[in-house]
């Protein structure tokens, strides 16, 4: 089965809704591709205690805030689940699902998308499929020969799976404070970390670190001296589980270990920590496995882009992926001004070929009674 349309939007989580949600207000005709069963993207297989770093009335997507989460500061991920599988519905997003994409080619004028469920070719394609599905653990030596259970972020639920055993968490980013944070009190653990954790200020969430990535984008993009984004904040987000954890005492880091042996690890002065379990809290990568037929992956493993298009393939975008393809444009509220850039680029690509009624940078739409929300509640 091969279907024609304008856009096809690789993945159904927050950034390809919000792909969505602009491609439909300029009047482009589009589908995204879900590999998931269920809305809600990463957020449905986060462990249970992660909760955002703002409020929810700066963790919102473009066209609708996310509502209040009672007796809660910083929404949960449940939350979060519940809040994007609304804004599907109310949008009336067309999402199809589960679709696993294979594979991106070129095909003339068109990009080729395969999948497990037919082909879509299309004027353009926004790749938007983040980074959990492909997680990184660093190849520390005699790691495979540990006996006990190694897991990382991305398969960590509870304590309750570890109550009563010597865990060692490895990373000094929020996940791996989160987590520590987290088994602390019914675990015997270790905290390792690179380098000494910094904390950002308390009084920081989200919304500052967003104002602080746009800040720097801003700075490149006119030519004066790099501000250090983020980065120049610190690396863990004071969220109260942590700074609850770390003020009583018990959120204290370790340097890295030299290598793992079947029973534990191993310090640089010879030491031995025994462990039954090692999560890895050490990050994940681009997934891009779908767009290697085009060949655009540079030797860091990141495809070269002006603002969220691909230098090399005009017709794709990449959303959502970090700051590389907009600033803070991995977080709720940081990715909606990349989406609504990459649907404006993609609605003039789409005008100059169809010879749509234009404007600036997008065509009027059809209707925008698409866009009215087809409920009103939210979760």
């Given at each position: 089965?091969?279907?024609?349309?304008?856009?096809?939007?690789?993945?159904?989580?927050?950034?390809?809704?919000?792909?969505?949600?602009?491609?439909?207000?300029?009047?482009?005709?589009?589908v995204?591709?879900?590999?998931?069963?269920?809305?809600?993207?990463?957020?449905?297989?986060?462990?249970?205690?992660l909760?955002?770093?703002?409020?929810?009335?700066?963790?919102?997507?473009?066209?609708?805030?996310?509502?209040?989460?009672?007796?809660?500061?910083?929404?949960?991920?449940?939350?979060?689940?519940?809040?994007?599988?609304?804004?599907?519905?109310?949008y009336?997003?067309?999402?199809?699902?589960?679709?696993?994409?294979?594979?991106?080619?070129r095909?003339?004028?068109?990009?080729?998308?395969?999948?497990?469920?037919?082909?879509?070719?299309?004027?353009?394609?926004?790749?938007?499929?983040?980074?959990?599905?492909?997680?990184?653990?660093?190849?520390?030596?005699?790691?495979?020969?540990?006996?006990?259970?190694?897991?990382?972020?991305?398969?960590?639920?509870?304590?309750?799976?570890?109550?009563?055993?010597?865990?060692?968490v490895?990373?000094?980013?929020?996940?791996?404070?989160?987590?520590?944070?987290?088994?602390?009190?019914?675990?015997?653990?270790?905290?390792?970390?690179?380098?000494?954790?910094?904390?950002?200020?308390?009084?920081?969430?989200?919304?500052?670190?967003f104002?602080?990535?746009?800040?720097?984008?801003?700075?490149?993009?006119?030519?004066r001296?790099?501000?250090?984004?983020?980065?120049?904040?610190?690396?863990?987000?004071?969220?109260?589980?942590?700074?609850?954890?770390?003020?009583?005492?018990?959120?204290?880091?370790?340097?890295?270990?030299?290598?793992?042996?079947?029973e534990?690890?191993?310090?640089?002065?010879?030491?031995?920590?025994?462990?039954?379990?090692?999560?890895?809290?050490?990050?994940?990568?681009?997934?891009?496995?779908?767009?290697?037929?085009?060949?655009?992956?540079?030797?860091?493993?990141?495809?070269?882009?002006?603002?969220?298009?691909?230098?090399?393939?005009?017709?794709?975008?990449?959303?959502?992926?970090?700051?590389?393809?907009?600033?803070?444009?991995?977080?709720?509220?940081?990715?909606?001004?990349p989406?609504?850039?990459?649907?404006?680029?993609?609605?003039?690509?789409?005008?100059?070929?169809?010879?749509?009624?234009?404007?600036?940078?997008?065509?009027v739409?059809?209707?925008?009674?698409?866009?009215?929300?087809?409920?009103?509640?939210?979760?």
């Open positions: 089965m091969t279907q024609t349309t304008q856009a096809v939007v690789v993945g159904g989580g927050q950034a390809g809704l919000a792909a969505g949600y602009h491609l439909r207000r300029l009047g482009v005709d589009f995204i591709l879900d590999a998931q069963i269920q809305a809600g993207g990463a957020w449905q297989h986060a462990w249970d205690s909760h955002l770093f703002s409020p929810a009335a700066y963790s919102s997507l473009p066209g609708r805030l996310m509502p209040i989460q009672t007796g809660e500061t910083y929404p949960d991920a449940r939350h979060v689940v519940g809040y994007l599988t609304d804004y599907e519905r109310c009336n997003l067309p999402v199809h699902r589960p679709v696993r994409v294979e594979g991106v080619h095909d003339g004028r068109l990009l080729c998308v395969e999948t497990n469920a037919g082909t879509w070719r299309a004027e353009a394609v926004v790749s938007a499929t983040g980074t959990w599905w492909r997680p990184f653990v660093p190849a520390v030596p005699g790691r495979s020969d540990f006996r006990g259970r190694q897991l990382h972020t991305v398969e960590y639920r509870s304590p309750r799976d570890f109550a009563g055993q010597r865990v060692i490895v990373g000094g980013g929020n996940s791996g404070a989160q987590i520590a944070a987290d088994l602390v009190y019914d675990t015997e653990l270790t905290w390792v970390t690179q380098r000494p954790p910094r904390f950002l200020a308390d009084d920081i969430d989200g919304r500052a670190l104002d602080a990535a746009t800040a720097r984008r801003r700075a490149l993009d006119e030519g001296p790099d501000t250090g984004g983020v980065a120049s904040l610190g690396d863990i987000v004071a969220v109260p589980p942590v700074r609850d954890a770390r003020d009583a005492g018990l959120l204290k880091a370790s340097p890295m270990f030299v290598r793992i042996e079947r534990g690890v191993v310090w640089a002065d010879g030491t031995r920590t025994p462990a039954d379990a090692v999560i890895w809290c050490t990050g994940s990568r681009p997934a891009l496995s779908h767009l290697a037929p085009m060949g655009l992956r540079g030797p860091r493993g990141h495809i070269a882009t002006v603002g969220t298009r691909s230098v090399e393939e005009p017709r794709l975008h990449l959303l959502g992926y970090g700051d590389w393809t907009g600033p803070a444009s991995a977080t709720l509220i940081g990715v909606g001004r989406a609504r850039e990459a649907a404006r680029e993609i609605s003039a690509l789409v005008s100059a070929r169809t010879g749509l009624r234009h404007f600036g940078s997008s065509h739409a059809p209707s925008l009674n698409a866009l009215r929300p087809a409920v009103t509640h939210a979760p």
